[in-house]
């Protein structure tokens, strides 16, 4: 508690200090039955705490040990001390990422941005012996998350809870970083802001060994994950509001559409648009079009998250009256969505993407590119893998002529993967040349580079090429960062686990513990993989009936890729055949 | 660092019989740093900063465990200004040299009177104290020692020669007092043998008129009642070292006094629990050092111990104002005093 509230008194100089802290939200207050109770409300010249107002947040700084308590907020007023620079990146990362985390912004986040917050100051937290340096900048990037907690709460007028902070640092597309000095923010919290109990962390940094005392700690591994626990289903509820001007709708479906089609790498986590999606459907009245937005968006969300979904397919004439980069787009998801779940059925889809093709890959457009990645993958799981292989490769070099060497991450990485599959070491050679060559670059991006990193391990272990050790472990690492996709994470975890042989390893438990999470949702990934860990297992052992167990799992989980596979399969030993061509 | 400010220094501020403890150092808040509105506070007066509460004046909290529960933080070096703070219940108490008023250097805020500000660019050694904690500030350049300071817990070891008040005590008609000094006699160690003896020097009275006219006729003769003449005898027969001795468990026992009694004086305010048997008890003890005083007056020692129990004294007058006339008089011991010692401070506590 504030040391003047714990001594039960404050001077004029702690009252005004304290009265705009205390005014600004309740984090500070003492319980209503503490002796301080009416100390504070003759403080704030309140009758009681107040209520949470949108965009006010507390959060805590950190300088050796002494920790710095501070409200951050959007009002007028003075700032007791001034951003630095790395501060205001983060504010400005924030920015960024709050439209890629939300399943959709129905209000600008420039107004939340345009204004630098404000810094009210609460007070100083000596965790040991020594004395507070006077702090008049703040740096540093670990109001990252609290930052983006504020616009998101201006952005959509909805208060946060009283009881949160949150210390993480944030990046642009949403990924929370660890902070330094977590024990000493801690020790903060308790001592200054006894309202406070729940600590949102970033998922990497959970497993410090910091001494909570009574905190909850929250990890959480991106800024839409850390949305979804504060506001919940409020945010939908609040989504549903803002569909009921007619105008704000269609702007809202649009943008649905729109987002569905940006691609994988754009987001971390789909899951909330397949959610808000999904509310909007039900809950707006929709003229047929904005219909197909949605439902459009809604099945592109399930199919990255879950691959799962029902993509419809639009008429002839509407695909039509699109520009030819948003019809080859449309058409790629299509493709895609038909290879990962089976439907639409390719048979509906083959006189339209015939249309669209041209003879030569050199001469399509990027979009064009696109559709024959998606038609490739199709070609994967419907017994032509080598077909598949040659076009992703070819793909690739094609993206990085074309200067575009980001966009060769996917076809490079299904390029590495189906080497692996068809035992092709010469391909692999190929591959990885090629892969090489683009590294000092840094051009695959985060995302990129974990799809790459991911087929190139799998694959090597395959085939049995050197260093085993480093391909273990690069596997290792993208299994145990929380931060990573889940469908990545839990596929590096079965590639690991069948690799080492080791079942009753650490990464078993986790891949078992994130299989059984009750939210549906959020265990897909983890679910497929444990089956495709049970079937490697069974076939590493010979087991045959409990090899046709796990395949029959799967299929309750992956429909329509093994609906594909079982046509490939013809007459080679099916459970097998699953293990290896399962191409996630 | 770690350094123990000399016995010049707390003696300067009138407590020279407490001890000091462990010196930690602590550095002027960094200049630069201000988060202050308007004039900057470098070029303000400590009057003048105390008149507008010292509103936007940057302090930096300080935690040391010299400190204890005291909540303590320190200005930039411009302004040289130290804001301690009392625990919930306690008042802070500052001792100055005794050339220094107070109201020139210590801003005690009316709405918060546990809190004190001081200006230690114009009284640099400063002792202050809330509840059982007490430091010793000693400003310079670069910062402040903070020394922790108690009263001393070493007890009168030994004498040369004990006072024999058991055969005084013999002697006695007085029965109150015998009944009040029997236990001292009972505990068997120096200085409450001490104790004793001063109180049959002081309080002894005669029980009636005929004792009192016989008193005097062995007054003039000479020999006077052996409970009274006796312990003065036994002073004025001590060895030197047993005089230092005893001097110095004097100042040690004024110390701890002088720190009771402000204490004694916040209960009295917030009429706490029990706050009338705390005063008793400080006056008593008040008395007890008086009787020890008529001892040592008569083994011919120095001011010194005098000059000690002034603080003492000044606090008692406070406190003395604090009680009124909230105690009834009906304490014996007291009583007694007040029939001596009307002017006594501690004969009007009870």
Same mark, same amino acid.
């Given at each position: 508690m504030l040391a003047e509230l714990e001594r039960g008194a404050a001077d004029r100089a702690a009252?005004?200090r304290?009265?705009?802290?205390?005014?600004?939200?309740?984090?500070?207050?003492?319980?209503?039955?503490?002796?301080?109770?009416?100390?504070?409300?003759?403080?704030?010249?309140?009758?009681?705490?107040?209520?949470?107002?949108?965009?006010?947040?507390?959060?805590?700084?950190v300088e050796d040990r002494c920790g710095y308590a501070?409200?951050?907020?959007?009002?007028?007023?003075?700032?007791?001390?001034?951003?630095?620079?790395?501060?205001?990146?983060?504010?400005?990362?924030?920015?960024?990422?709050?439209?890629?985390?939300?399943?959709?912004?129905?209000?600008?986040?420039?107004?939340?941005?345009?204004?630098?917050?404000?810094?009210?100051a609460?007070g100083t937290h000596l965790a040991g012996a020594g004395q507070a340096v006077p702090c008049?900048?703040?740096?540093?990037?670990?109001?990252?998350?609290?930052?983006?907690?504020?616009?998101?709460?201006?952005?959509?007028?909805?208060?946060?809870?009283?009881?949160?902070?949150?210390?993480?640092?944030?990046?642009?597309?949403?990924?929370?970083?660890?902070?330094?000095?977590?024990d000493v923010?801690?020790a903060t919290?308790r001592a200054l802001?006894?309202?406070?109990?729940?600590?949102?962390?970033?998922?990497?940094?959970?497993?410090?060994?910091?001494?909570?005392?009574?905190?909850?700690?929250?990890?959480?591994?991106?800024?839409?994950?850390?949305?979804?626990?504060?506001?919940?289903?409020?945010?939908?509820?609040?989504?549903?509001?803002?569909?009921?001007?007619?105008?704000?709708?269609?702007?809202?479906?649009?943008?649905?559409?729109?987002?569905?089609?940006?691609?994988?790498?754009?987001?971390?986590?789909?899951?909330?648009?397949?959610?808000?999606?999904?509310?909007?459907?039900?809950?707006?009245?929709?003229?047929?079009?904005?219909?197909?937005?949605?439902?459009?968006?809604?099945?592109?969300?399930?199919?990255?998250?879950?691959?799962?979904?029902?993509?419809?397919?639009?008429?002839?004439?509407?695909?039509?009256?699109?520009?030819?980069?948003?019809?080859?787009?449309?058409?790629?998801?299509?493709?895609?969505?038909?290879?990962?779940?089976?439907?639409?059925?390719?048979?509906?889809?083959?006189?339209?993407?015939?249309?669209?093709?041209?003879?030569?890959?050199?001469?399509?457009?990027?979009?064009?590119?696109?559709?024959?990645?998606?038609?490739?993958?199709?070609?994967?799981?419907?017994?032509?893998?080598?077909?598949?292989?040659?076009?992703?490769?070819?793909?690739?070099?094609?993206?990085?002529?074309?200067?575009?060497?980001?966009?060769?991450?996917?076809?490079?990485?299904?390029?590495?993967?189906?080497?692996?599959?068809?035992?092709?070491?010469? !391909?692999? *050679?190929? +591959?990885? @040349?090629?892969? #090489?060559? =683009?590294?000092?670059?840094?051009?695959?991006? %985060? /995302?990129?580079?974990?799809?790459?990193?991911?087929?190139?391990?799998?694959?090597?272990?395959?085939?049995?090429?050197?260093?085993?050790?480093?391909?273990?472990?690069?596997?290792?690492?993208?299994?145990?960062?929380?931060?990573?996709?889940?469908?990545?994470?839990?596929?590096?975890?079965?590639?690991?686990?069948?690799?080492?042989?080791?079942?009753?390893?650490?990464?078993?438990?986790?891949?078992?513990?994130?299989?059984?999470?009750?939210?549906?949702?959020?265990?897909?990934?983890?679910?497929?993989?444990?089956?495709?860990?049970?079937?490697?297992?069974?076939?590493?052992?010979?087991?045959?009936? !409990?090899? *046709?167990? +796990?395949? @029959?799992?799967? #299929?309750? =989980?992956?429909?329509?890729?093994?609906?594909? %596979? /079982?046509?490939?399969?013809?007459?080679?030993?099916?459970?097998?055949?699953?293990?290896?061509?399962?191409?996630? | 660092m770690t350094t123990v400010p000399p016995h010049d220094t707390l003696g300067s501020l009138g407590i020279p019989g407490l001890a000091a403890a462990e010196t930690s150092r602590l550095t002027w808040a960094a200049s630069g740093e201000s988060q202050a509105?308007?004039?900057?506070p470098a070029?303000l007066a400590f009057a003048t900063l105390a008149a507008s509460g010292f509103v936007d004046v940057v302090f930096a909290s300080v935690a040391m465990p010299v400190l204890g529960r005291l909540d303590a933080a320190v200005s930039a070096s411009t302004t040289r200004v130290m804001r301690v703070a009392a625990p919930r219940g306690h008042g802070v108490h500052v001792h100055l040299p005794s050339d220094v008023r107070m109201d020139d250097v210590a801003y005690v805020p009316d709405e918060d009177p546990g809190t004190v500000y001081i200006d230690l660019a114009a009284a640099p050694t400063v002792l202050v104290r809330a509840g059982g904690d007490a430091v010793v500030l000693q400003a310079d350049e670069s910062g402040v020692a903070v020394t922790g300071v108690a009263p001393r817990l070493d007890a009168l070891a030994s004498?040369?020669?004990?006072?024999?008040?058991?055969?005084?005590?013999?002697?006695?008609?007085?029965?109150?007092?015998?009944?009040?000094?029997?236990?001292?006699?009972?505990?068997?160690d120096p200085w409450s043998?001490v104790v004793?003896?001063?109180?049959?020097?002081?309080?002894?009275?005669?029980?009636?008129?005929?004792?009192?006219?016989?008193?005097?006729?062995?007054?003039?003769?000479?020999?006077?009642?052996?409970?009274?003449?006796?312990?003065?005898?036994?002073?004025?027969?001590?060895?030197?070292v047993d005089v230092e001795r005893l001097q110095a468990q004097v100042i040690a026992d004024a110390a701890a006094l002088c720190l009771d009694v402000e204490d004694a004086t916040d209960d009295v305010d917030a009429?706490a629990?029990?706050w009338?048997?705390l005063v008793?008890e400080v006056a008593h003890r008040r008395?007890d050092l008086e009787?020890v005083l008529?001892?040592l007056?008569?083994?011919?020692a120095d001011a010194p111990v005098r000059s000690a129990l002034a603080v003492v004294d000044r606090e008692g007058a406070v406190l003395?104002?604090a009680?009124?006339?909230?105690?009834?008089?009906?304490?014996?011991?007291?009583?007694?005093?007040?029939?001596?010692?009307?002017?006594?401070w501690w004969?009007?506590?009870?």
């Amino acid at each position: 508690m504030l040391a003047e509230l714990e001594r039960g008194a404050a001077d004029r100089a702690a009252r005004a200090r304290l009265a705009p802290v205390l005014r600004a939200g309740p984090w500070c207050w003492p319980s209503r039955d503490h002796p301080s109770y009416d100390l504070a409300t003759a403080i704030a010249g309140t009758n009681s705490a107040p209520p949470m107002t949108p965009a006010a947040i507390p959060a805590v700084t950190v300088e050796d040990r002494c920790g710095y308590a501070w409200v951050l907020h959007l009002a007028d007023g003075p700032s007791a001390v001034e951003l630095g620079r790395e501060t205001l990146r983060s504010w400005d990362a924030a920015s960024l990422a709050l439209p890629r985390s939300v399943p959709l912004l129905w209000r600008t986040v420039d107004a939340a941005h345009a204004r630098v917050p404000r810094v009210l100051a609460v007070g100083t937290h000596l965790a040991g012996a020594g004395q507070a340096v006077p702090c008049r900048i703040v740096q540093g990037p670990s109001f990252g998350l609290a930052f983006f907690l504020l616009q998101a709460s201006r952005a959509f007028g909805a208060p946060l809870p009283p009881d949160l902070i949150a210390t993480a640092a944030i990046r642009e597309d949403g990924v929370l970083e660890p902070v330094g000095g977590l024990d000493v923010k801690l020790a903060t919290i308790r001592a200054l802001l006894p309202g406070v109990r729940r600590v949102l962390v970033a998922a990497t940094q959970a497993s410090d060994p910091v001494d909570a005392g009574g905190l909850e700690i929250v990890p959480v591994r991106s800024a839409s994950q850390a949305l979804d626990l504060v506001y919940g289903e409020s945010l939908a509820d609040l989504l549903l509001q803002a569909g009921a001007d007619p105008q704000k709708r269609q702007e809202l479906a649009e943008w649905f559409f729109r987002f569905s089609l940006v691609g994988r790498a754009e987001l971390v986590d789909w899951a909330p648009v397949a959610s808000a999606a999904a509310r909007a459907r039900s809950g707006w009245p929709l003229t047929a079009d904005q219909a197909f937005q949605i439902a459009f968006a809604q099945a592109v969300a399930e199919r990255h998250e879950f691959n799962a979904g029902v993509l419809p397919v639009p008429d002839e004439a509407w695909l039509q009256a699109r520009p030819a980069p948003l019809r080859l787009q449309v058409l790629a998801h299509l493709v895609q969505q038909c290879a990962d779940t089976g439907a639409p059925d390719f048979a509906e889809l083959a006189p339209r993407v015939a249309t669209m093709r041209v003879p030569r890959l050199i001469d399509a457009q990027p979009m064009g590119w696109r559709l024959e990645g998606a038609l490739a993958r199709y070609q994967a799981v419907t017994g032509q893998p080598r077909a598949a292989m040659e076009t992703q490769a070819a793909l690739a070099r094609l993206y990085v002529e074309a200067l575009s060497p980001a966009d060769a991450s996917f076809p490079l990485a299904e390029w590495l993967r189906l080497s692996g599959v068809l035992g092709d070491r010469h !391909a692999f *050679a190929n +591959a990885d @040349a090629l892969r #090489e060559s =683009l590294v000092p670059l840094g051009a695959f991006g %985060l /995302a990129g580079s974990a799809y790459v990193d991911l087929a190139r391990s799998r694959a090597a272990l395959r085939l049995g090429i050197e260093p085993r050790d480093a391909f273990l472990a690069r596997l290792h690492g993208l299994a145990t960062d929380p931060t990573m996709a889940s469908h990545v994470r839990w596929s590096a975890a079965r590639a690991w686990i069948g690799a080492t042989s080791d079942e009753t390893s650490a990464m078993t438990t986790a891949l078992a513990a994130a299989a059984s999470t009750p939210d549906h949702r959020r265990r897909h990934a983890a679910a497929v993989n444990a089956a495709l860990v049970a079937l490697d297992t069974a076939l590493a052992t010979d087991q045959g009936d !409990a090899a *046709a167990v +796990a395949v @029959a799992g799967l #299929e309750t =989980l992956e429909a329509g890729i093994l609906r594909h %596979l /079982a046509q490939a399969c013809g007459d080679r030993p099916w459970p097998a055949f699953v293990a290896l061509h399962y191409p996630y | 660092m770690t350094t123990v400010p000399p016995h010049d220094t707390l003696g300067s501020l009138g407590i020279p019989g407490l001890a000091a403890a462990e010196t930690s150092r602590l550095t002027w808040a960094a200049s630069g740093e201000s988060q202050a509105l308007g004039a900057a506070p470098a070029a303000l007066a400590f009057a003048t900063l105390a008149a507008s509460g010292f509103v936007d004046v940057v302090f930096a909290s300080v935690a040391m465990p010299v400190l204890g529960r005291l909540d303590a933080a320190v200005s930039a070096s411009t302004t040289r200004v130290m804001r301690v703070a009392a625990p919930r219940g306690h008042g802070v108490h500052v001792h100055l040299p005794s050339d220094v008023r107070m109201d020139d250097v210590a801003y005690v805020p009316d709405e918060d009177p546990g809190t004190v500000y001081i200006d230690l660019a114009a009284a640099p050694t400063v002792l202050v104290r809330a509840g059982g904690d007490a430091v010793v500030l000693q400003a310079d350049e670069s910062g402040v020692a903070v020394t922790g300071v108690a009263p001393r817990l070493d007890a009168l070891a030994s004498l040369d020669v004990p006072p024999p008040v058991a055969t005084w005590l013999a002697t006695s008609r007085d029965s109150w007092l015998v009944e009040q000094v029997t236990p001292l006699v009972d505990a068997a160690d120096p200085w409450s043998s001490v104790v004793a003896a001063g109180m049959l020097t002081r309080l002894t009275t005669p029980s009636s008129a005929d004792e009192a006219r016989a008193w005097l006729d062995a007054a003039r003769r000479g020999t006077a009642e052996a409970t009274v003449a006796g312990p003065r005898q036994w002073a004025r027969g001590l060895t030197a070292v047993d005089v230092e001795r005893l001097q110095a468990q004097v100042i040690a026992d004024a110390a701890a006094l002088c720190l009771d009694v402000e204490d004694a004086t916040d209960d009295v305010d917030a009429r706490a629990d029990g706050w009338d048997d705390l005063v008793r008890e400080v006056a008593h003890r008040r008395d007890d050092l008086e009787g020890v005083l008529l001892l040592l007056d008569a083994a011919g020692a120095d001011a010194p111990v005098r000059s000690a129990l002034a603080v003492v004294d000044r606090e008692g007058a406070v406190l003395r104002l604090a009680v009124g006339g909230a105690v009834p008089h009906d304490d014996e011991r007291l009583r007694r005093v007040w029939l001596k010692d009307p002017d006594a401070w501690w004969a009007h506590a009870g």
